[in-house]
């Protein structure tokens, strides 16, 4: 086979504009991939198919949950297209952060961060956000103990 074949059998979508932003509409093939479509950013699409796709599909997870795949040509290892798209290591979990495992833009899609990696726009860690929701709640817990004893003088604003 030669390479001027290959084009032939490239990624395609729709073009389409969502929020101002140029996506491609891919139609899914699978189980709960048929009638639907993949929304791809461009670059998400050159990913795709630099890693060797050529059409997707849905996988699921028995847990009612589909996830968007393809087969890496040559090998035919089932790859996970979101996880391609960010160059995902392994072990590390990809976040939909709208909820929809079909929407590929690299906005919605983002890794998990572990404990100990940076996780919020200001550069807390993931055990300094929780450090400080503790000691939220342990105060939060003596002013309630301090109004339960102090009812007369309750100016609680909630």
Wanted: net charge positive; hydrophobic share 35%.
């Amino acid at each position: 086979m030669t390479d001027t074949n290959t084009k032939d059998h490239a990624l395609t979508g729709d073009p389409t504009t969502i929020a101002g932003e140029d996506a491609y509409l891919i139609p899914l093939s699978g189980q709960a991939g048929t009638g639907n479509n993949a929304i791809v950013d461009p670059e998400g699409l050159q990913r795709l198919r630099e890693a060797g796709a050529r059409f997707l599909y849905t996988i699921g997870n028995g847990a009612n949950q589909h996830y968007v795949a393809f087969l890496k040509i040559p090998t035919k290892k089932v790859q996970i297209a979101a996880r391609v798209i960010l160059d995902a290591p392994q072990g590390r979990r990809v976040i939909y952060r709208n909820g929809n495992s079909f929407d590929l833009r690299s906005a919605n899609l983002r890794i998990q961060p572990q404990a100990g990696e940076k996780f919020s726009p200001t550069g807390e860690t993931r055990d300094q956000i929780n450090a400080a929701w503790q000691a939220h709640r342990a105060w939060r817990a003596r002013e309630e103990r301090f109004w339960k004893r102090n009812p007369q003088t309750d100016r609680r604003p909630w």
